[in-house]
């Protein structure tokens, strides 16, 4: 298919369409793993059990004071030399190579559950309890009174912080291109020498980012929407 002259820079504009797409995949692909250690991570620092609480408070401190590139790095090469070792103990020679993709799904998924850890908390916080107690009233379990009344409420409340996390995190993905997976900033800035358009070319990224972002906030307003049509607002 054949694209529009502003976006064809010289026959290499196809590869900013085919950097954006990885940038989409990336970033739902680690969104699921941030929402579940969010989840988790929250259910972690509202526990009961001190050393759940230990456990959730340190990786939603600890994470969140650590730059994403560091970790990206660590985990792609550190792992990468971690990992030959230790197989290289069983003797011979083993060569190991972490996938970029997978790396960097993880590595940003990893950090900013840590942020949705810290929205899940709060929006958990905010479930009213006498709705939880009206629950194991009815002879609800522990589990049905979570996923019931508690998750439901909490995704809820939830949806505007995550909505602001998935930005951010969309955005960040950029990070992987320093471990060459080829997503919109990596793409743009490869082409930049044969198309002699620097400028152009990051230009063009720019507008393809506020795209994405753009239509994720029309999603969000609208999953905002959906989500509180049966609620009663005072």
């Not at 699921?32 to 526990?47: E, F, H, M, P, Q």
Request: proline content about 3%; aromatic content about 10%; glycine content about 10%.
């Amino acid at each position: 298919m054949a694209l529009p002259a502003f976006l064809d820079l010289k026959g290499y504009g196809h590869l900013l369409i085919d950097g954006a797409l990885v940038t989409l995949s990336v970033g739902m692909a680690a969104m699921v793993v941030a929402l579940t250690l969010g989840i988790l991570g929250a259910l972690a620092r509202l526990s009961k059990n001190r050393l759940l609480r230990a456990v959730g408070s340190t990786y939603a401190t600890v994470i969140r004071g650590i730059p994403e590139l560091v970790l990206m790095l660590l985990v792609y090469y550190g792992g990468t030399v971690l990992l030959q070792w230790l197989l290289s103990l069983g003797g011979g020679d083993v060569r190991v190579d972490i996938n970029a993709f997978m790396a960097g799904t993880l590595v940003v998924g990893f950090v900013y559950g840590a942020y949705a850890t810290e929205i899940f908390r709060g929006a958990f916080l905010a479930v009213p309890k006498g709705q939880t107690e009206a629950g194991q009233a009815y002879g609800m379990s522990n589990a049905q009174v979570f996923l019931r009344i508690e998750l439901p409420q909490a995704w809820r409340l939830a949806i505007p912080g995550l909505g602001n996390l998935w930005l951010t995190l969309l955005k960040a993905t950029s990070i992987t291109s320093v471990i060459g997976l080829t997503e919109l900033a990596r793409q743009a800035d490869l082409i930049k020498a044969p198309t002699k358009m620097p400028f152009t070319v990051f230009f063009m990224a720019c507008l393809l980012y506020l795209a994405m972002t753009a239509v994720s906030d029309v999603l969000r307003i609208r999953a905002e929407r959906w989500a509180s049509s049966g609620f009663r607002r005072s």
